[in-house]
């Protein structure tokens, strides 16, 4: 009995042993121009433990390697690194891959050539990042920056294009453009600057684990590379409207690329000189109703201002490659947004709303110089301008009438005991001018320098310094008839200020066997300025007491003669491989970013009679977010990988409201809401995603995401609005904040049709030369506040109303109903010699699933005619007429190309 169990086992250890005979990678490494062996080489298969360096004859051997499909990576000095994507390997087989090394004079890893597709899975990440190429925006359902990022795991959506990037507030991303920040300082926008989908060659979008030289930024990075020249004239024309359809949005769009060499080794200018030109132009009427014409600010806007909302974008590249280790570049972007916003309450008199006028442009010069095989550095210097002006008619403030509502007093019985409620008109305004007038602008200079230096093939250090100059101004004007004799209103701001912010940084990246370390430190300066340095020594403004003056000193130091903060972000990623087609990586980092300026300088001088003015607080600190993530990727195959990831993210310091009290010999004990870092939230969620790639005929993604966002507060101005009697109360304890989005479904299906025979269906040949995109999204509903009703009584007229109470301390603890939409693009294309053109119809909310933007809090349903409202409604504006109740139904639009 024994003899046959042991017996067993033998025969059982020596077919698990036959089953894992393993696989053989072998080859030479040559030089590309002379055929030589090139000994010293080092070759290995990324995110496994295998690999090997080639031998004196430029012969290189992997054994034991198990069977599946591998990226292999070969690199030396003096020489481009080549990866080979998708090498697949049996067991018991010997591959054998020959390699051809290209010399270079630039620096290691500068130039990395890909031969096959892109790898499925980027072994070397030690963080969460997508990237997306010009193809994939050619096939993708999307108008802007915006819309790319709004598609990606990790980001909600909220109010109006507000992005949300794992549970932050809006501002705590970073926009770059070719080595460019691109970020509002007052607001910390990043979509001032519209840049064209079809100019982009490549997007980075990192969620997680961002290194050191990323700053300014605590949940996420929107790296962008501009396209250049190619080495022979390239160009594209498109065209797309919605009016094949009569119910339609009054939508155009067109936009053109054109970019080739200008001078390829001439005479007179050594090197290769190319150019990029891009241009857009999207008018629409928006589904909203329309009034009269809109006042641009901007007189040269006039020649494309036709619709409700006009958008236009423009971009010039220049590049020249002056040798193989020189290259300067110099680019021009500029945007220009003109639009109207929809307020119920102004149905009446449209035409007596702002006009909004946004303008961006910015101009980079990029210089690029390879020391040596080892050493690189880049120098960025740019110019970033941004402008908002909000104004009715163009009218300069003191023009505007008052607003008014002219419809008499009414009086509406609220139950059989004789209580009434009054309503001055019905509050929808009549006569004159919405009491908004605004303008800002910032003028950013800026200088960025990196170094890139690889002593050996285990570290690649790379340290860097940037400094941004900010000169700003701001009119904030409110009701310009009222105030007094102040003239500026009855609430009212105005300031100049020139603050300075920079930042150093030193990163390595520490190639072990079977692991990468990224070790990162950053220290980011902020100098206040001038302006606010001047009123803390003058006694005679009150704004800033003496308590903060005295802090403002300590809490600061000298720097370049002015005070300054400072703050020191450690970073740390690690990315090990588990099995031979499983990668774990973890990273843990400190993100800050300074406040915004408009929490910093708002009213610090300001003189207004307005009871509830939020004053600025020079002495607020950056905020920060201490961030961890642990992911594990797993390619099945070349071509198809799933990859889980957890993250947990503390962020602390928030800006939020409070109210304090001070004496002043002059005029006694006196109080004001200032800005102060008191709020604090936190975000924890799970993501899973799986690609399928490279398909014959199709491909695509799934995303699944799982999170919970909580905080005091989601907004820094909660305590202004209590006293205002906007909101009831602030609860002491942590809760749901309002872009919480718990469950979030996505995916992608693409089919593709480029065959020389295309295959038959039932029988028939099937098209040629097509593809089409499917974009589904499936969301949790949005959160709101609910409340509770404790009767409904029907009024005069026959309207039904809720008597009730909010919530309030429980904000946002209730979902409304799940979202589903889907998109499609289908694209048909022909072909004349070197041009390749066609048509394409794009579709956006194909099944037109209602999309609220308001709940009702007692139902949990979207407003609607017929539906039961709040008492608070009655005699006034109805919300369930209102035409912004929901955002932008189906749309449709059909398209032309033509690119050569």
Partial sequence: ???????????????????????????????????????????????????????????????????????????????????????????????????????????????????????????????????????????????????????????SKSGDNEIHIRGGRVDEGQFIVDGLSIKDPLTG???????????????????????????????????????????????????????????NFNTDNIEFTLGGPLFRNSDMIPGNLSYFLS???????????????????????????????????????????????????????????VDRDYDYAYKEIMDNYPTTTRESQVVNVIWTHTLNSKLFYNMNLGYFYTGKHDAVKNKHWSEYHEVLDLDPTSFTPLNPYGNLRVYNGDE??????????????????????????????????????????????????????????????ESFDYYTVSPSDGAFYIQDKITFEGMIANIGLRYDYWIIGEYVEDIVNDPDILTITPEGKDRFLNETYNLLGRRAKGHISP???????????????????????????????????????????LIGNPNLNPKTTVAYELGIKHKFSKSTAIEFKAYYKDMFDYETSQRITSFNPLVGNYSMLIYINADYARSRGIEITFRRLYGRYFSGDASFS??????????????????????????????????????????????????????????????????????????????????????????????????????????????????VTIDVKFTKEYYFKSLRYGFYIDAQNVFNHKIPRRINPFTGKPYDPG??????????????????????????????????
């Fill in 1 to 155: 009995m024994m003899k046959q169990i042991i017996h067993k086992i033998l025969v059982l250890l020596l077919l698990s042993t036959s089953l894992t005979i393993a696989a053989t990678i072998r080859g030479t490494v040559t030089d590309a121009e002379t055929g030589e062996p090139l000994p010293g080489a080092n070759i290995i298969l990324k995110g496994t433990y295998y690999g090997a360096a080639s031998d004196v004859d430029g012969t290189y051997v992997i054994p034991d390697v198990s069977s599946g499909s591998y990226d292999l990576e070969v690199s030396m000095m003096g020489y481009t690194v080549q990866i080979h994507s998708g090498i697949d390997v049996s067991a018991r087989e010997t591959r054998v891959l020959n390699i051809q090394l290209k010399p270079t004079v630039l620096a290691l890893g500068q130039e990395v050539t890909v031969i096959g597709e892109r790898p499925i899975i980027d072994a070397d990440a030690t963080g969460s990042s997508v990237n997306v190429s010009a193809s994939d925006l050619e096939n993708s359902i999307v108008e802007s920056v915006s819309d790319i990022v709004a598609q990606q795991t990790g980001v």
């Fill in 189 to 247: 926008a990043t979509n001032s600057l519209y840049v064209n989908p079809n100019a982009i060659e490549e997007l980075e979008f990192i969620t997680g684990g961002f290194n050191a030289e990323y700053g300014q930024a605590m949940s996420g990075i929107i790296d962008v590379k501009l396209k250049e020249g190619a080495k022979q004239l390239e160009g594209s024309v498109r065209y797309k409207t919605d009016k094949i359809l009569s119910d």
């Fill in 279 to 337: 241009g857009y132009l999207f008018l629409t009427d928006t589904y909203l109703p329309t009034a009269g014409p809109l006042y641009p600010y901007r007189e040269w806007t006039e020649a494309f201002v036709s619709r409700e909302e006009n958008n236009f974008s423009s971009m010039a590249k220049l590049s020249w490659l002056i040798t193989p280790k020189h290259k300067f570049a110099i680019s021009y972007n500029h945007s220009a947004n």
């Fill in 428 to 489: 929808f305004w009549d006569h004159g001018d919405a009491p908004y007038w605004y303008d800002y602008f910032s003028k950013n200079y800026s200088i960025e320098a990196d170094m890139t230096w690889q002593p050996n093939t285990r570290h690649t250090v790379k340290g860097g310094y940037n400094h941004r100059k900010t000169n700003m101004q701001v009119v904030d004007i409110y009701k310009p008839w009222a105030g007094g004799g102040s003239g500026l209103g």
């Fill in 571 to 613: 970073r740390l990623g690690i990315s090990h491989p588990v099995t031979d087609n499983d990668v774990l990586y973890f990273n843990y980092g400190h993100f800050s970013q300074l406040p915004t300026y408009n929490y910093v300088y708002a009213n610090l001088t300001s003189r207004s009679e307005n009871p509830y003015s």
């Fill in 706 to 819: 799982y999170a919970i966002s909580t905080g005091k507060s989601s907004r820094p101005d909660d305590n202004l609005l209590i006293e205002a009697g906007m909101l009831s109360q602030k609860p002491l304890s942590e809760n749901y904040l309002s872009w919480d989005e718990p469950f979030r479904l996505r995916g992608n299906l693409r089919f593709n049709m480029f065959e020389e025979t295309p295959p038959r269906l039932f029988g028939m040949r099937m098209p040629n030369n097509w593809k089409l995109n499917i974009h589904f999204d499936a969301q949790s509903g949005q959160r709101y506040t609910p409340s509770v009703a404790t009767d409904t009584v029907q009024v005069e007229g026959g309207t039904w109303i809720f008597l009730g109470t909010s919530m309030s301390d429980n904000p946002y603890g209730a979902i409304a109903d799940p979202i």
């Fill in 867 to 900: 539906e039961i409202i709040s008492y608070v409604y009655l005699g006034g504006r109805n919300p369930n007429y209102d035409p912004s109740r929901y955002y932008a139904p189906r749309q449709v639009t059909l398209g032309a190309f033509l690119m050569f």
